[in-house]
């Protein structure tokens, strides 16, 4: 196996591993293009750096993950891997691959990109943002660990959806996210995942306590720009905290 330049990750002495077509385009939009200048931009904001968190696009029937434990700032198009969607979460083995790049494994993400895609999503980001962990423990402090993220009177709110169908929040609404429990491993996180979307059904996110956050959308680019609209109210959040200011102004914050 030879590292190809600027990456360490393996591939083949040609470059080539199995339905390599799957991942050639020359459409900066195909899935395994935009999977890793997505996770260039992600590695700049904080959002995945040392390897940890990452992102999936769905198309048609197809499914793209980058691999687990890799630079994800370095990922290129033959890295990625390809599940033919429908697929079973578990247990891994009876996963649908229909690419597999050699020497190396899929995310640890991958059920619950797959838990995002069974929403309807078309994308889904995992971010370790320090804001995003945080927001995870301003809130347990004050609320407990049953918490929900809460935010209002913030104009930027007005970047997440409500729901499918419903529009998006408006100034004067209140913006809850979902917070769960973290779990030893990336994969065991997925049943927290899934019962917090069936708890709240409209809901585009949820936070893992002293981790980071799950955010989908409908395309990449939604999936993208609500997750820069949550990571700047997170962010904000923890500065008005710093000033002594409660963020949600609906609810008496220590
Ligand atoms: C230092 S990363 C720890 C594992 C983790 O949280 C994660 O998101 C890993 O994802 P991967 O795609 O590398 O399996
Ligand atoms: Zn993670």
Same mark, same amino acid.
């Given at each position: 196996?030879?590292?190809? #330049?600027?990456?360490?990750? @393996?591939? *083949?002495? %040609?470059?080539?591993?199995?339905?390599?077509?799957?991942?050639?385009? $020359?459409?900066?939009?195909?899935?395994?293009?935009?999977? !890793?200048?997505? &996770?260039?931009?992600?590695?700049?904001?904080?959002?995945?750096?040392?390897?940890?968190?990452?992102?999936?696009? /769905?198309?048609?029937?197809?499914?793209?993950?980058?691999?687990?434990?890799?630079?994800?700032?370095?990922?290129? @198009?033959?890295?990625?891997?390809?599940?033919?969607?429908?697929? @079973?979460?578990? @247990? !891994?083995?009876? /996963?649908?691959?229909?690419?597999?790049?050699?020497?190396?494994?899929?995310? *640890? &993400?991958?059920?619950?990109?797959?838990?995002?895609?069974? #929403?309807?999503?078309?994308? &889904?980001?995992?971010?370790?943002? #320090?804001?995003?962990?945080?927001? $995870?423990?301003?809130?347990?402090?004050?609320?407990?660990?049953?918490?929900?993220?809460?935010?209002?009177?913030?104009?930027?709110?007005?970047?997440?959806?409500?729901?499918?169908?419903?529009?998006?929040?408006?100034?004067?609404?209140?913006?809850?996210? !979902?917070?769960?429990?973290? $779990?030893?491993? +990336? +994969?065991?996180?997925? +049943?927290?995942? +899934?019962?917090?979307? %069936?708890?709240?059904?409209?809901?585009?996110?949820?936070?893992?306590?002293?981790?980071?956050?799950?955010?989908?959308?409908?395309? !990449?680019?939604?999936?993208?720009? #609500?997750?820069?609209?949550?990571?700047?109210?997170?962010?904000?959040?923890?500065?008005?905290?710093?000033?002594?200011?409660?963020? *949600?102004? %609906?609810?008496?914050?220590?």
């Amino acid at each position: 196996m030879a590292a190809t #330049q600027n990456t360490d990750i @393996p591939v *083949d002495s %040609n470059g080539h591993t199995n339905n390599d077509h799957l991942v050639q385009s $020359t459409d900066p939009e195909h899935p395994a293009n935009l999977i !890793p200048e997505m &996770c260039r931009k992600f590695y700049n904001w904080g959002w995945v750096t040392g390897t940890g968190g990452g992102t999936s696009i /769905r198309r048609g029937d197809h499914i793209f993950i980058a691999p687990s434990g890799v630079q994800k700032e370095m990922l290129q @198009p033959h890295n990625m891997f390809v599940l033919q969607y429908p697929t @079973p979460k578990y @247990p !891994p083995s009876s /996963r649908k691959y229909i690419r597999k790049p050699l020497n190396l494994k899929p995310s *640890d &993400c991958t059920p619950l990109f797959l838990a995002a895609f069974d #929403q309807g999503a078309g994308c &889904c980001i995992h971010t370790h943002s #320090q804001w995003a962990v945080l927001v $995870t423990l301003l809130v347990e402090r004050d609320l407990g660990k049953e918490g929900y993220f809460e935010i209002s009177n913030i104009e930027q709110i007005k970047g997440i959806p409500k729901g499918k169908g419903k529009g998006n929040h408006g100034y004067h609404d209140t913006l809850r996210i !979902p917070i769960i429990d973290n $779990t030893p491993f +990336e +994969e065991d996180l997925t +049943e927290g995942l +899934e019962k917090a979307m %069936n708890a709240n059904p409209d809901t585009y996110a949820v936070l893992v306590r002293r981790h980071g956050i799950y955010v989908w959308g409908d395309t !990449p680019a939604k999936a993208k720009t #609500q997750c820069e609209s949550l990571d700047y109210l997170f962010q904000l959040a923890v500065e008005m905290h710093k000033l002594g200011l409660p963020w *949600d102004i %609906n609810r008496n914050q220590k």
